[in-house]
Antibody, heavy 124, light 107 residues
């Protein structure tokens, strides 16, 4: 059974940094791309970033480009989202999501597994 | 960026009736669309991918259709457990985008 377990979400002040983690199990970790999708309170889903299975290719939403860094440690079956210069509009529940298909010729497809999410609040 | 527009924002349907949810895209995305169901306090759940392929274990009352810029999620006989928000998602190009969601309520 695929499991994704996010952690690291807390209350921080504007301008501060935070690192989220997502520990995975139940699949061959390095074969699959993972993504972060966030959801502001009472709002819809917003894609944040994706990383391929090897960690060599990443894509970011414009709203986080230059502030967030997505990385992975395939030896620990874990991905990380380093979030710098946090703003109030980054407040959201952050979900880790797995591609349904192995990242062979591409990645960033439909998401067949999601974690329970970790809440991030940015407020002074 | 490909914009996904879902309608209606809220849909109220009686048990046993059909629910039809629409998703329109600002560009042709072929069939690179997925649908998710999200219940309060829960993570999204994949329902449909490739516009019309049901995810593993999904009841047959859920179906997806469409291609290009117009897509539909149909729940043929609504059950009380189907009360949720439904999102469409395009994955043909970066940035990945989601629709604003349709909330399905049971009358």
């Amino acid at each position: 059974e695929v499991q994704l377990l996010e952690s690291g979400g807390v209350l921080v002040r504007p301008g501060e940094s935070l690192r989220l983690s997502c520990a995975a199990s139940g699949f061959t970790f390095s074969d699959y791309a993972l993504s972060w999708v966030r959801q502001a309170p009472g709002k819809g889903l917003e894609w944040v970033a994706s990383i391929d299975g090897s960690g060599g290719r990443r894509y970011y939403a414009v709203s986080v480009q230059g502030r967030f860094t997505f990385s992975r440690d395939n030896s620990k079956n874990t991905v990380f989202l380093q979030m710098n210069s946090l703003r109030a509009d980054d407040t959201a529940t952050y979900y880790c999501a797995k591609d349904r298909r192995p990242s062979g010729t591409g990645f960033g497809f439909e998401f067949d597994s999601w974690g329970h999410g970790t809440p991030v609040t940015v407020s002074s | 960026e490909i914009v996904m527009t879902q309608s209606p924002a809220t849909l109220s349907v009686s048990p046993g009736e059909r629910a039809t949810l629409s998703c329109r895209t600002s560009e042709n995305i072929n069939t690179y669309v997925a649908w998710y169901q999200q219940k309060p306090g829960q993570a999204p759940r994949l329902l449909i991918y490739g516009a019309s392929t049901r995810a593993t274990g999904l009841p047959a009352r859920f179906s997806g259709s469409g291609s290009g810029t117009e897509f539909t999620l149909t729940i043929s006989s609504l059950q009380s457990d189907d009360s949720a928000v439904y999102y469409c998602h395009q994955y043909v190009s970066w940035p990945l985008t989601f629709g604003g969601g349709t909330k399905v309520e049971i009358k």
